[in-house]
């Protein structure tokens, strides 16, 4: 039996401690609320469930500073394939696949102690934007598309689609600026293969604008709200319709360590 993961889940997260903090106030928090599948697969059966969690990041002004990162389940499920009771009975770990609790770490470097080394600066790149790799980036849009592109070149299904992935990781890494957030929403408009979509509603039933790409088997949306630009989550859809993927992003700032 395996449990496959349609959300990106790199490994087992440690903690780290360490003792440096910014300064009170100067956090910015990441709360991004989720619905994910998973798939189990047992001899005769295979089970699909859509995961509720709540994943709450607080990133300081400077990188080595301590990073704080929570992430919870609920314990709703919506069953695509199968139900509730058939899993249990064919001992299916609906619980299980994704880590949960609590990570204290500089540089955001969650995995460091199960490296045994201290934090250290995270390489940067599109999945998790540094301050240096976000510094490296052109300050044009011409500029700005002509790296994504380059960067999304020969990889996922469609140049097209694998841009808008990439625009996506960035924002979901919660490091990414108003700023150069409004640039990425600027290089879309001009990738040939996304579309808008107006009036689809995020995670929290906050309706938005949809930058839309297409695979073979599904869609992918970025969802804005498109009076502020704000990213307002992500989602994922079949094309059956079955929703594999929902989010909902809400950011703060000025706030403490820990604070919600």
Same mark, same amino acid.
């Given at each position: 039996m395996a449990l496959a993961l349609t959300a990106v889940l790199a490994g087992t997260l440690v903690s780290a401690p360490i003792a440096t903090a910014a300064p009170a106030g100067d956090y910015r928090l990441f709360a991004?609320? !989720?619905?994910?599948?998973?798939?189990?697969q047992t001899k005769d059966?295979?089970? *699909?469930? *859509?995961?509720?969690q709540q994943l709450d990041m607080w990133i300081p002004p400077k990188e080595s500073d301590d990073w704080l990162w929570r992430r919870k389940l609920t314990g709703n499920r919506k069953w695509l394939v199968g139900t509730e009771e058939e899993a249990k !009975?064919?001992?299916?770990d609906v619980e299980g696949g994704w880590p949960t609790g609590e990570w204290r770490a500089a540089y955001g470097d969650w995995w460091a102690k199960e490296n045994g080394r201290e934090p250290a600066p995270q390489t940067g790149s599109w999945q998790w934007p540094t301050q240096e790799f976000q510094a490296s980036l052109p300050q044009d849009v011409d500029g700005l598309y002509a790296r994504l592109r380059e960067d999304t070149k020969d990889r996922g299904e469609t140049p097209d689609l694998e841009m808008l992935v990439y625009v996506n990781d960035a924002l979901r890494s919660?490091?990414?600026?108003p700023q150069l957030t409004a640039k990425l929403f600027q290089v879309l408009d #001009?990738?040939?293969?996304v579309s808008k979509v107006?009036? *689809? !509603?995020? !995670? /929290? +039933? #906050?309706?938005?604008?949809a930058y839309t790409a297409s695979g073979q088997n599904h869609r992918q949306q970025i969802i804005i709200d498109p009076a502020t630009g704000e990213f307002l989550g /992500? #989602?994922?859809?079949?094309?059956? +319709?079955?929703? =594999?993927?929902? =989010? +909902?992003?809400? =950011?703060k700032s000025g706030v403490d360590i820990g604070e919600r």
């Open positions: 991004e609320h !989720a619905w994910w599948s998973a798939t189990w059966k295979t089970f *699909v469930w *859509v995961a509720e !009975a064919a001992g299916v919660g490091q990414v600026g #001009r990738v040939a293969g107006p009036g *689809v !509603a995020n !995670a /929290d +039933g #906050r309706k938005g604008t /992500d #989602r994922i859809v079949n094309s059956d +319709g079955t929703e =594999t993927t929902l =989010t +909902g992003i809400v =950011t």
